[in-house]
């Protein structure tokens, strides 16, 4: 496979995935975190880190907002329920994981 096409093959999974974390609403960063080891956060950070690696200046805010759909704080509004305390001590037992 030539780079070009596992390049543009590469994207469309990014996309894909970001456009299932979209619809999944119901799935919080943190059982994401406990499951996976990252969250949608963590996803932004990466968008944000390779677009500095490539010379491109984005702050977390809008890189968010690409993974979110919607400003982070409207996601948090509209979706993000509190943790249970199970999940906030899986979470503290492998944070250094995450």
């Known amino acids: ?5 596992k390049t543009e093959l590469e994207a469309a999974a990014f996309r894909r995935l970001v456009q299932h974390l979209r619809e999944r609403t119901d799935v919080q960063n943190i059982d994401l975190m406990n499951l996976a080891g990252f ?6 950070r990466w ?18 907002e690409i993974v979110y759909g919607m400003p982070y704080d409207d996601w948090k509004a509209k979706y993000q329920s509190e943790a249970s305390a199970d999940k ?10 995450h």
Do not use: F, H, W
């Open 47 to 64: 968008y944000r880190e390779a677009a500095e690696a490539k010379g491109v200046a984005i702050t977390d805010p809008a890189a968010r």
């Open 39 to 44: 969250c949608r956060n963590c996803l932004s």
């Open 88 to 97: 906030k001590t899986a979470y503290e037992k492998n944070k250094p994981q």
């Open 1 to 5: 496979m030539d780079q070009p096409t």
